[in-house]
């Protein structure tokens, strides 16, 4: 079954493609929408991965454990709405991340990672809620050595106005530049809008699309809801307009060069790679995330699986 519907029948001239997510619970709650990759549309720009995680509500005692699992020929961006998330990966780094933060991890040659709710959080139970998304590397960059960065909310561009707040996540949009570094020209922005804002989306970037995460918002009386992807056609203005309190991602950037496979967590611009990086963690020669006993094998059946 697809992570996305088939039969929406909404059109705007300025749609290209229009994904609509089913959300699927993975257990205890945790729900997840996947709208990239889809069957409508493979990447947008450089993402070729993006998924919605929760909102969720996890009792005392419970939490997210996405054990260790490898990535390669890419890069992860975890960002959080709410809650928080414990990062360990096989260069030795602990980082926690929190709501307007940014985890920029680059997976190049080969990396493995874990993601779980920590201890402390853990014990007290909460709420998580954000979006995680791949960006592949352009092939001169695949084989780079692999990277881990944070970023504070407080060293990202910040636009504010007229009912809307924007943080630049990384890459480059309304004149404003990230501190994040990049392989390849594109934006990620996360926009909250009260119910009436108004927000441009300009034509600097040839593939842009917007994902709601939650609320309403119309272009030229067709309205959007929650969960759903809208990628746009190059070269014209968008202007949206919330019909609720809002809360959406831009994204987008130059085409990537060349097509991607994609198996599991792994991506590459050849399909040799994939089966050398297959071998590479079946075999354990992927360097350990120090700290972790568990690990996520390797899947039988082809695909981005993301979630134990």
Do not use: C
């Not at 947008?44 to 969720?56: C, S, W």
């Not at 034509?203 to 030229?220: M, P």
């Not at 097509?259 to 611009?269: G, K, T």
Request: charged share 25%; glycine share 10%.
């Amino acid at each position: 079954m697809s992570w996305d519907e088939t039969n929406d029948t909404r059109q705007h001239p300025a749609l290209e493609t229009l994904i609509v997510t089913r959300t699927r619970d993975l257990g205890d709650g945790f729900q997840v929408r996947r709208a990239l990759p889809s069957a409508r549309r493979r990447m947008v720009g450089p993402f070729i991965f993006l998924d919605q995680m929760g909102p969720a509500v996890f009792r005392s005692g419970h939490g997210l454990d996405v054990r260790p699992h490898p990535h390669i020929g890419l890069a992860t961006v975890t960002y959080l709405f709410e809650g928080e998330i414990l990062h360990r990966d096989s260069l030795g780094t602990v980082q926690p991340i929190r709501p307007g933060e940014v985890n920029w991890m680059t997976a190049g040659r080969g990396i493995a990672h874990s993601e779980r709710t920590a201890p402390e959080a853990r014990a007290e139970g909460g709420r998580l809620f954000g979006i995680q998304l791949w960006v592949a590397l352009p092939k001169q960059h695949e084989e780079t050595e692999p990277a881990f960065i944070h970023h504070a909310s407080d060293t990202l561009p910040f636009l504010e106005g007229e009912g809307v707040r924007m943080r630049l996540i990384a890459g480059a949009l309304h004149g404003k530049r990230s501190p994040v570094r990049t392989f390849s020209e594109m934006f990620y922005a996360d926009a909250a809008l009260e119910d009436g804002a108004g927000l441009v989306l300009r034509a600097e970037h040839e593939e842009r699309a917007l994902y709601l995460a939650e609320g309403t918002v119309e272009i030229d009386g067709t309205a959007f809801n929650a969960g759903e992807l809208l990628v746009f056609r190059p070269g014209s203005e968008i202007a949206l307009r919330a019909s609720a309190p809002t809360r959406l991602m831009l994204l987008g950037g130059e085409p990537m060069d060349g097509p991607r496979h994609i198996f599991w967590n792994f991506v590459s611009s050849s399909q040799e790679r994939l089966e050398e990086a297959k071998a590479d963690w079946k075999a354990g020669r992927f360097a350990p995330v120090p700290q972790e006993t568990e690990f996520i094998p390797l899947p039988e059946e082809p695909g981005p699986v993301r979630y134990p």
